[in-house]
């Protein structure tokens, strides 16, 4: 019998977690890298390459319909048992997706090179950035821990490179 018990309690746990609290942790994380993304555009200084990404919000759409579609469901079941738990749980999971739908559109539509660091979907400082390559008009490098950064299509590759190798960024 209290094996039982504890089995349910455990499910409740895990479903708490997994549909509610780290999607809603998620949306609020979300939320505020949207508030604060104007201060950190201005702490990136001025650009020298912006990496414009056309309609990438259409990678999202899916999303977006899944969202509504469980919002939908969501209120048809409120409605009809009175149950508001589920309605509670895609609003949650809905404010997660959306945020990160912005989020993707905001630092997408500005990625690129620019005095201080570079924003590829976040600002990364030139103290983060482990190393380049340069291949042609493409550049690539690692940030962080092993994360990797690449744009293609650069016109003024040269004063890119001066600005990597002026930051004691190493090449590859």
């Given at each position: ?123 990364i400082f030139w103290k983060e950035i ?43």
């Amino acid at each position: 019998m209290n094996v039982d018990i504890l089995t349910k309690l455990l499910w409740a746990l895990f479903l708490l977690l997994n549909f509610f609290i780290i999607p809603l942790l998620s949306g609020i994380i979300g939320l505020i890298r949207i508030l604060t993304f104007k201060n950190k555009l201005k702490k990136a200084g001025k650009y020298y390459f912006v990496l414009k990404v056309v309609n990438s919000f259409k990678n999202y759409k899916i999303l977006l319909i899944l969202g509504i579609i469980l919002l939908i469901c969501s209120i048809f079941i409120l409605f009809f048992t009175g149950e508001s738990l589920l309605l509670i749980i895609s609003l949650t999971i809905i404010i997660w997706w959306g945020s990160e739908i912005i989020i993707v559109n905001l630092y997408g539509n500005n990625n690129g090179i620019y005095e201080n660091g570079i924003i590829y979907y976040d600002i990364i400082f030139w103290k983060e950035i482990h190393s380049y390559k340069i291949d042609g008009k493409d550049i690539s490098g690692y940030y962080r821990k092993d994360n990797l950064f690449e744009f293609k299509n650069i016109e003024n590759i040269n004063a890119i490179r001066e600005l990597f190798e002026g930051n004691k960024i190493r090449e590859k």
